[in-house]
């Protein structure tokens, strides 16, 4: 039998679950780069995504290097037309960013970091 203080009610534990979601400031964004070797435009990716990830979301991520010609099978798998390319799958929803990453307030503005309003 169900103690009386206990949350079984499903609304109870949505609620619950809101105020918790709240709570969370700092969303974690997962991060995957996909890179076809170590040619200039890999290397220059990677560190861009790394400089950015350091400067505006500092201890709020985690990023994944995959290269393409070690797991050949992710082309197809990751829908993917071009490398370098910059998957976030988290925070929802999943985005892609193709290049070298070097355009910073795109990737920001691509990756939903930032909203086209901010700093208006």
């Known amino acids: 039998m169900n103690n009386e203080n206990e949350q079984d009610n499903p609304e109870d534990v949505s609620s619950e679950f809101k105020k918790l979601m709240a709570k969370a400031e700092n969303p974690v964004f997962c991060l995957r780069l996909y890179v076809a070797g170590a040619n200039l435009h890999s290397l ?9 990830c350091e400067q505006y979301l500092p201890g709020q991520y985690s990023l994944e290097v995959i290269d393409v010609y070690q797991q ?49």
């Open 44 to 52: 220059a990716a990677l560190k861009n995504i790394k400089d950015i």
């Open 72 to 120: 050949p099978g992710l082309i197809i798998v990751e829908n993917l037309v071009a490398v370098p390319t910059l998957v976030k799958e988290l925070p929802l929803p999943i985005k892609k960013v193709i290049g070298d990453l070097s355009n910073t307030s795109k990737v920001l503005l691509g990756l939903n970091i930032v909203s086209h309003n901010k700093g208006n």
